[in-house]
C-alpha cells in the first residue's frame, strides 16, 4: 500500500472538510499548513516519507492562499535536493464560485509538483455535463486537471454539496491506486 499525504491549508474549514474526504478514498495522512503559512513538526519529514503527495488549497483572488504559497516556496529545499522527485500528486481547489478561477490554482499545484519532478494524477472522472446533472452527482464542475469543489460563501462548512465531496473519496482512492502501481 503506498503511503498518500494530503497537505492543506483551510482558511474557514471548507478546504479541510474537502481534504479530510479525499484522505478518506486515498487512506491517506492529513497535514495541515497554519494560518502562519507553517507546518507542524514532522510535516517535512511526513512529506519526504511519502509516496505521493496532494495538494489541496482554497482558490483566493485568483491563486492559492498566500499560506499555502510559503509552504510552496519553503519546498525549495526538498526541490533542491531533488527530495520529491518521481513521487506521485495531484491536487484540489475550492472557491465560493462555480469557476472561480480554480484552474489557476490548479495550474499552479500541477506546475509545483513538476518543479519537484513528480507525476501528476489527473481526476480521472468524466464530468456531469448533461441537463438532468445535479449538484449531487459526481465531477459535476467539470474537473480534469484536478478535484474542483465549490462552497457558497454563506454556506457552512456542513453544506458543500455531496457531489462534491464523493468525488474527493474518488479522487482519493484514484491517487492511491496510481501511487501503488508506481511502487511496484
Do not use: C
Request: glycine share 14%; no cysteine.
Amino acid at each position: 500500500m503506498a503511503k498518500i499525504v494530503v497537505v492543506y491549508h483551510s482558511g474557514y474549514g471548507h478546504t479541510q472538510r474537502v481534504a479530510q474526504h479525499v484522505a478518506e478514498g486515498a487512506g491517506a495522512d492529513l497535514l495541515a499548513i497554519d494560518a502562519d503559512g507553517n507546518l507542524p513538526d514532522g510535516g517535512w519529514e511526513q512529506l519526504a516519507d511519502a509516496d505521493g503527495i496532494v495538494f489541496g488549497t482554497p482558490t483566493y483572488m485568483g491563486g492559492p492562499s498566500w499560506q499555502f504559497k510559503k509552504f510552496a516556496d519553503a519546498s525549495s529545499k526538498a526541490w533542491f535536493t531533488r527530495g520529491w522527485q518521481d513521487k506521485v500528486f495531484a491536487g484540489f481547489s475550492n472557491s465560493a464560485s462555480f469557476s472561480g478561477d480554480k484552474s489557476v490554482t490548479l495550474g499552479y499545484l500541477q506546475t509545483l509538483a513538476s518543479q519537484h519532478g513528480g507525476i501528476w494524477v489527473s481526476l480521472g472522472l468524466l464530468p456531469a455535463n448533461s441537463k438532468a446533472a445535479t449538484r449531487q452527482d459526481v465531477n459535476n464542475l467539470g474537473g480534469s486537471v484536478g478535484l474542483l469543489v465549490q462552497s457558497p460563501s454563506d454556506a457552512s462548512v456542513t453544506e458543500i454539496p455531496q457531489g462534491d465531496l464523493d468525488t474527493a473519496k474518488l479522487f482519493g482512492k484514484r491517487v492511491a491506486d496510481i501511487a501503488a502501481k508506481l511502487r511496484g
